[in-house]
């Protein structure tokens, strides 16, 4: 059980050592993580529990963190979720790609821990005073 108050992060993400790293990094800031290693179990993850914001890896074995992406924008009940996509292709196309499935931020991995916290600060931020329609 997490307190009320905890800002919740979904991250999905196939690489358990990346998890792993993610998650001690982010509990540590005081943030509360579940990991999911795959996108359509993200899909499930996020009915069971709304995250605040989610750290979408896009190469995952059965549904990839794009077509993800896709399914969540296109549900007007979890639109508002912020999604930052981790990757480590660093291709203007592959970021490209990732902004028109729906993405609000775009990190390459190996993840620079301390842009990433910006984005989700900033993202979190841009949001609070959003009302979900
Ligand atoms: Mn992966």
Not at 31 to 58: H, K, N, S
């Amino acid at each position: 059980m997490t307190a009320l108050s905890q800002t919740m992060i979904l991250l999905v993400e196939d690489n358990p050592e990346n998890a792993d790293m993610l998650t001690r990094r982010l509990g540590r800031r005081g943030f509360g993580v579940t990991t999911v290693g795959d996108g359509l179990a993200a899909l499930v993850q996020v009915q069971r529990e709304e995250p605040d914001l989610i750290l979408m890896d896009l190469s995952l074995p059965e549904m990839d963190g794009l077509e993800a992406t896709r399914r969540l924008k296109a549900d007007p009940a979890r639109r508002h979720i912020p999604i930052i996509a981790l990757t480590a292709h660093a291709m203007r196309s592959d970021m490209d790609r990732a902004f028109e499935a729906g993405c609000e931020g775009f990190e390459t991995k190996p993840v620079d821990f301390d842009r990433l916290l910006t984005k989700i600060h900033a993202l979190l931020a841009a949001g609070a005073g959003a009302t979900h329609g």
